[in-house]
């Protein structure tokens, strides 16, 4: 449980600014900014939480909200760290602008993506780009609890240099043992060496990274892609969703409700699908969960495979018509799949499909 202040200690309410007290480099283009309250009053929030910032740009403020990256633990300050995306005003506005002695207009902090008041459980965390912030919040409140945490912690950044946080997050794991990182980039850094994953995320390698994740509540957050990923990831793991929580940079959630609405597709085993083999002349009935290659196999058809897994590519094939429901690890390029190929080994048909088999 988290800490309160005492009864003689006032608490920030968003009636009274907010001065900026520090502002430190976290990886290119990406800055932590800490606030204070002049008054000396104390912060109160929950790790995962936003607050909103009233911010001077030319032309007329705006108003952005930013995940709290610092711990409820510690209340004498919050601090936010940000990074500006392409078009950016308010983030770009905060980079260029804000030094210590700044005082601005804040409100919240609000939000119901955080941890619950008693954070006894197992966890998964994943994240992409600046999405760690509220999985920093998290972890660094587990862990200044003085309790051995069990955290299975996985950042995704393009390259080595934008894993945002790694320094501090690979302390407080070299001082813990229920801490477990694992990071994942798309590209190594020049004259760097990198050891760890490469590529994108995928169930592989959360099968590797974390193998106990269907006892985890999993906590998500960056770029909506990059969670929808996630999502289809963990729905074709036989993950129990009631045990996911997401947050997003452009609608941070601020009911319960709102963290589990997804429109997400998963097939069902008591829905029926047709698959045709156009160039066997061949039609099969089946269920969604059944993959194109399984029902290749049953109705006598040769397609080759390899691994099953989506890694190699071995069973790519042209889907002609219809939708299929592709979860791959890798195994087939965005431009085959923009082409219409598809990986015949774990695509589950979606009503009726047409492939060139």
Not at 13 to 18: A, P, R
Not at 155 to 178: D, H, W
Not at 247 to 253: R, T, V
Not at 287 to 312: H, M, Q, R, W, Y
Request: charged share 20%; with cysteine.
């Amino acid at each position: 449980m988290i800490p309160m202040p005492g009864r003689d200690t006032p608490v920030w309410n968003d009636s009274e600014v907010l001065e900026c007290v520090s502002v430190l480099p976290e990886a290119p283009g990406v800055k932590t900014i800490t606030f204070r309250p002049p008054s000396g009053a104390t912060f109160v929030f929950r790790a995962g939480q936003f607050i909103t910032l009233d911010l001077p740009v030319p032309g007329g403020n705006v108003q952005r909200t930013y995940t709290i990256s610092s711990s409820p633990v510690s209340h004498a300050y919050i601090s936010v760290t940000v990074k500006a995306q392409e078009g950016s005003i308010g983030t770009r506005w905060m980079l260029d602008h804000l030094v210590p002695g700044t005082r601005i207009k804040a409100y919240g902090p609000a939000g119901v993506f955080h941890l619950p008041r008693n954070p006894d459980g197992k966890y998964l965390f994943i994240s992409a780009g600046s999405g760690v912030t509220p999985m920093m919040s998290m972890t660094t409140t587990l862990f200044e609890r003085g309790e051995d945490p069990d955290i299975c912690f996985i950042q995704c950044a393009n390259r080595p240099v934008e894993l945002i946080f790694r320094k501090r997050l690979e302390y407080m794991a070299s001082r813990v043992t229920g801490l477990q990182l694992h990071f994942v980039v798309n590209k190594n850094d020049p004259y760097e060496v990198w050891t760890g994953y490469r590529g994108h995320f995928n169930q592989l390698m959360l099968g590797l990274m974390c193998n106990d994740y269907l006892e985890r509540e999993v906590y998500c957050c960056g770029p909506q892609g990059f969670m929808d990923a996630v999502r289809e990831i963990l729905n074709s793991l036989g993950f129990n969703m009631e045990n996911y929580f997401q947050e997003s940079f452009q609608a941070p959630a601020e009911t319960r409700a709102e963290l589990n609405e997804f429109d997400d597709v998963v097939p069902q085993d008591d829905v029926q699908a047709q698959i045709v083999f156009s160039r066997s002349n061949v039609s099969a009935v089946c269920t969604e969960t059944d993959t194109v290659l399984a029902v290749a196999k049953n109705a006598g058809l040769n397609i080759p495979s390899g691994c099953t897994f989506g890694v190699c590519g071995t069973c790519k094939v042209k889907k002609l018509n219809g939708d299929v429901h592709m979860i791959h690890s890798g195994g087939i390029s965005d431009e085959d799949i923009e082409a219409g190929y598809i990986l015949a080994c774990c695509s589950n048909p979606i009503g009726t499909v047409e492939v060139e088999v």
